[in-house]
């Protein structure tokens, strides 16, 4: 069945600098989720991407599904320490049930 | 709105020893979801129900566990007996529509097997 995969599973990043996660499905997806766990919290929704290419911006989180609707990215930028938790992309198997990735974790070096 | 509730927040049974979760969704949403997370691992998926009626558990490891929705509002996942390999974070989550829409989870169960 279908598998997301994110790499990496861990980044350590300095606060101030730039990261990117990746997201990566073994077939074409129709949407991809991202979720945001905090330490010690729930899996929030962060955003939904629909279209071939398409950009979403969320303040320094910027969100891109692939061309082929394969793989996504998140990308922040001028990481703060409110940036630490888990980011995971999420793919449908169907119409209701979603395959999640196991996330990356996110520290942040002050 | 009240968000998605579980209880317990924590369980630490012994191996053999019987644990029943509990979910409360939004209120009006007639999709629920039971969800596991394995350290380090990716959040696997259980089964779902539409109001009452489990629409899939495809998920559900063994016949160990049992998830129930009675009435269509809150639903409890039993365990038993608990196993080692069962332990985790049992997260709950709700949706209102049909077809992929976002989900919202509670803040989990975490289930230690001793």
């Known amino acids: 069945g279908q598998q997301v995969m994110q790499i990496p599973q861990y980044q350590h990043v300095q606060e101030g600098e730039d990261f990117t996660t990746y997201c990566n499905s073994s077939t074409t997806l129709s949407n991809i989720q991202w979720y945001k766990q905090r330490p010690g919290g729930h899996p929030v929704f962060l955003i939904q991407l629909v279209k071939s290419g398409e950009v979403k911006k969320q303040k320094r989180l910027t969100f891109q599904f692939g061309e082929a609707k394969k793989n996504s990215s998140l990308h922040i930028t001028a990481t703060q320490t409110t940036d630490v938790g888990t980011y995971f992309c999420a793919g449908p198997l169907n119409d209701y049930k979603l395959s999640f990735g196991a996330g990356t974790t996110v520290t942040v070096r002050a | 709105e009240a968000g998605v509730t579980q209880f317990p927040s924590h369980s630490v049974i012994e191996k053999g020893q019987t644990v029943t979760l509990r979910c409360d969704p939004i209120?009006?949403?007639?999709?629920l979801y039971w969800y596991r997370r394995v350290m380090g691992k990716e959040i696997k998926f259980l089964l779902h129900f539409v109001k009452e009626s489990k629409q899939d558990e495809s998920g559900m490891p063994n016949n160990r566990f049992l998830a129930e929705r009675t009435g269509g509002t809150y639903s409890t996942l039993k365990v038993q007996p608990a196993e080692l390999e069962d332990s985790g974070v049992y997260f709950c989550a709700s949706s209102q529509d049909w077809r992929n829409s976002p989900l919202h989870f509670g803040n989990g169960t975490r289930l230690t097997v001793t």
């Open positions: 209120s009006g949403h007639d999709n």
